[in-house]
């Protein structure tokens, strides 16, 4: 089963890039914003080194196959005539497509290449490679996870109080909900 925090972004992407306005030609305000300037290619170099520690590649070499087949997805609820056409074409598809994945690791190596400077991500290196960071990108995910589902169960008690609260105030003026 893929977690939740792995299909959510993707669907989420793969949805607004189908049926929102990027299709239609619209661009973001934010993209009109001129680029910052390119990190050097030891910063690169240095980045994609932190990425390979940390095994991020791991993360999102399904990402492409993702997108496909939430794409997939979309356009089948859409157009039910074409559902046998759809799932047919969807395998060369994410095929052609595949090579495109790179484009998130050069991107994920640029945001970091632009965070740290190049000493910064020189200490990133040798602590990733130390057994303390070792320690860490092998027990990060477990931390993550855990705190997600910690902060999900919270949220839902919360939630709860919230209502309750609302209840209250609202029983006050004589209003049940």
Request: hydrophobic content about 45%.
């Amino acid at each position: 089963m893929k977690s939740v925090l792995k299909v959510l972004p993707v669907a989420a992407l793969a949805l607004g890039l189908v049926f929102g306005g990027l299709v239609f030609g619209t661009v973001p305000a934010a993209a009109q914003q001129p680029a910052p300037p390119k990190p050097s290619p030891a910063a690169m170099a240095l980045a994609k080194e932190i990425m390979d520690l940390k095994k991020i590649n791991a993360i999102w070499s399904e990402y492409v196959p993702e997108i496909v087949g939430v794409v997939r997805n979309g356009l089948i609820s859409q157009h039910m005539p074409l559902q046998k056409d759809v799932n047919e074409v969807a395998p060369a598809v994410a095929q052609q497509l595949a090579a495109r994945g790179q484009e998130v690791r050069d991107g994920i190596a640029e945001i970091y290449a632009s965070a740290f400077t190049e000493q910064e991500l020189k200490d990133l290196v040798v602590f990733y490679k130390s057994p303390l960071g070792q320690k860490l990108i092998t027990t990060e995910p477990n931390v993550v996870r855990a705190s997600i589902d910690f902060r999900n169960a919270w949220g839902q008690k919360f939630t709860d109080t919230v209502v309750s609260g609302f209840r209250a105030e609202l029983k006050k003026r004589g209003k049940d909900l």
